[in-house]
């Protein structure tokens, strides 16, 4: 069995087309045919079936995609940890980011990097939190700057920062005119979030359904972008990180809520059971750094728990 043959093995099963994972390989199909060929021959069973032009797993299949991962995986972190005993630190860290914090942290971050550590490259990945948390997983990125927690047993989330959520406003908005909110100020306005793939939409909601007031669920926004257009033009209301009440235009007007005001922790999260090269490590502690400076947070990097979605603070 060679690692070639698995990386094709994996390139086919996620293409799900011997041609376009020829093309992804940077070889001849034929040739990766023919390496497929020999490894089902080695292993004694059929991995793909291909009908009408269509290719899927095997039961087989399906039980080599988890072992191949793995391998792979494995001697990725050897050659890491074996680059590592250069004395200079330098290399690729690839990080993950969700999208209502990667637009305010990542320029920062990746500019910062560049001036303290110029033979390190950042390779960003901006997702929705569910698929950094599978990325992370399967060690597609180093480590990922997430706003919520689930219980994964490689996982390792560790509080960073925590911060403020804000109700964004229209200034021609009548709660606009108020110079504080409670919760009750919220409950006769429509509120819209971001569509359920966010984890700012669950932390919204869950904060809301707590005060008994009610998220609209048909206007479903992929941008927070969007979502603040269709507050400052004065449509509906919303609750928004405090990073984007800083870039957003001078028609929108955000308020605090007096009591129980509500905030969402920033966690770094990385897959504890797989190696971390030394470049990691510092863009990871340079991440913490940036994010307590943008959010002015103490936090002190303790483990995060696993409900960690969203803080109500007390009055």
């Known amino acids: 069995m060679e690692l070639h043959q698995l990386r094709y093995f994996l390139a086919i099963a996620e293409e799900k087309s011997f041609s376009r994972a020829a093309e992804r390989a940077h070889v001849a199909q034929p040739s990766l045919s023919q390496q497929i060929q020999k490894l089902e021959a080695e292993l004694g069973v059929r991995l793909f079936d291909r009908l009408n032009r269509r290719v899927t797993l095997t039961q087989a299949g399906h039980a080599l995609?988890?072992?191949?991962?793995?391998?792979?995986?494995?001697?990725?972190?050897?050659?890491?940890?074996?680059?590592?005993?250069?004395?200079?630190?330098?290399?690729?860290?690839?990080?993950?980011?969700?999208?209502?914090?990667?637009?305010?942290?990542?320029?920062?971050?990746?500019?910062?990097?560049?001036?303290?550590?110029?033979?390190?490259?950042?390779?960003?990945?901006?997702?929705?939190?569910?698929?950094?948390?599978?990325?992370?997983?399967?060690?597609?990125?180093?480590?990922?700057?997430?706003?919520?927690?689930?219980?994964?047993?490689?996982?390792?989330?560790?509080?960073?920062?925590?911060?403020?959520?804000?109700?964004?406003?229209?200034?021609?908005?009548?709660?606009?005119?108020?110079?504080?909110?409670?919760?009750?100020d919220l409950k006769p306005v429509r509120i819209v979030t971001l569509q359920e793939s966010h984890c700012l939409s669950r932390q919204v909601e869950k904060v809301c359904r707590a005060h008994n007031i009610k998220v609209d669920a048909d206007m479903p926004l992929l941008q927070l972008s969007t979502l603040l257009a269709l507050v400052c033009s004065g449509l509906a209301v919303?609750?928004?990180?405090?990073?984007?009440?800083?870039?957003?235009?001078?028609?929108?007007?955000f308020k605090r809520i007096r009591r129980s005001p509500p905030a969402r922790e920033i966690n770094l999260l990385r897959n504890s059971s797989r190696y971390?090269?030394?470049?990691?490590?510092?863009?990871?502690?340079?991440?913490?750094?940036?994010?307590?400076?943008?959010?002015?947070?103490?936090?002190?990097?303790?483990?995060?728990?696993?409900?960690?979605?969203?803080?109500?603070?007390?009055?």
């Open 238 to 253: 919303s609750l928004v990180p405090e990073m984007a009440t800083k870039t957003s235009g001078a028609s929108c007007i």
């Open 65 to 184: 995609v988890p072992f191949a991962e793995r391998i792979l995986n494995e001697i990725r972190d050897a050659r890491r940890c074996l680059g590592d005993q250069d004395e200079e630190q330098g290399g690729a860290v690839r990080l993950g980011m969700i999208p209502t914090i990667a637009p305010y942290v990542a320029p920062r971050l990746m500019t910062v990097a560049a001036e303290r550590h110029p033979r390190i490259s950042i390779e960003l990945k901006e997702a929705v939190t569910d698929d950094l948390f599978d990325a992370t997983e399967r060690g597609e990125v180093d480590f990922s700057v997430i706003s919520t927690c689930r219980k994964v047993q490689t996982l390792h989330a560790e509080e960073v920062a925590s911060e403020p959520l804000f109700v964004a406003l229209g200034e021609s908005h009548p709660l606009a005119k108020k110079p504080a909110l409670e919760w009750a």
């Open 276 to 315: 971390q090269s030394r470049a990691a490590a510092l863009i990871m502690q340079l991440a913490a750094e940036i994010l307590r400076s943008i959010t002015g947070s103490k936090s002190s990097g303790r483990p995060s728990t696993a409900t960690c979605e969203l803080i109500l603070a007390d009055a």
